[in-house]
């Protein structure tokens, strides 16, 4: 994306504020139901006894442990950075590629998928949204969040 397109989105957000105070929430808070269904998915392998339980965990972690070698091997700053912009939610100067929201988001899913796959079509929906409100608010470019999607959906296979 070029400078123009974030700065309308950004100003298309912003110059309304209840707008600007829905996609601030959603950026911030999507994660969220995520987080929690791979906490409820943890306790469900646990109890349940399942051997897929390791498989659970650590392919995940590995989906982690790719994103965040890449981003130091990769420095890529980020939109708002680079063009000189104020997203429309605070965030720190780091590397942007790929997103770990978005990884983490996506992978989660898929591995929610094989414990229920009505929650996994849920959470890839809503995975989705985290990528996209990511490039709204000019944290992201869409190359990050294609990049975390093309890595979670690879190390599916291993779940």
């Given at each position: 994306?070029?400078?123009?397109?974030?700065?309308?989105?950004?100003?298309f957000?912003?110059?309304n504020?209840?707008?600007?105070?829905a996609?601030?929430?959603?950026?911030k808070?999507?994660p969220?139901?995520?987080?929690i269904?791979y906490?409820?998915?943890?306790?469900?392998c646990?109890f349940?006894?399942?051997?897929?339980?390791w498989?659970?965990?650590?392919?995940?972690?590995?989906?982690?442990l790719?994103?965040?070698?890449?981003?130091?091997?990769f420095?890529?700053?980020?939109?708002?950075i680079?063009?000189?912009?104020e997203?429309?939610l605070?965030?720190?100067d780091?590397?942007?590629?790929?997103?770990k929201?978005?990884t983490s988001?996506?992978?989660?899913?898929?591995?929610?998928?094989?414990l229920?796959?009505?929650?996994?079509?849920?959470?890839?929906?809503l995975?989705?949204?985290i990528?996209?409100?990511?490039?709204?608010?000019?944290?992201?470019?869409?190359?990050?969040?294609?990049?975390?999607?093309?890595?979670?959906?690879?190390?599916?296979?291993f779940?």
């Amino acid at each position: 994306m070029k400078k123009r397109h974030y700065l309308y989105l950004i100003q298309f957000f912003s110059n309304n504020p209840k707008r600007k105070k829905a996609m601030q929430w959603l950026t911030k808070y999507s994660p969220i139901p995520v987080m929690i269904a791979y906490a409820l998915g943890t306790l469900d392998c646990v109890f349940s006894r399942s051997p897929y339980l390791w498989t659970y965990l650590g392919i995940p972690l590995c989906a982690i442990l790719i994103v965040t070698i890449l981003r130091k091997t990769f420095y890529i700053p980020r939109p708002f950075i680079q063009f000189g912009f104020e997203p429309l939610l605070a965030h720190e100067d780091s590397s942007t590629f790929p997103s770990k929201h978005t990884t983490s988001a996506f992978i989660i899913s898929y591995a929610i998928a094989r414990l229920n796959l009505y929650a996994g079509i849920l959470l890839f929906l809503l995975a989705i949204i985290i990528g996209l409100t990511r490039i709204i608010s000019g944290i992201h470019r869409p190359l990050d969040i294609l990049s975390g999607f093309v890595i979670a959906t690879l190390l599916s296979f291993f779940l």
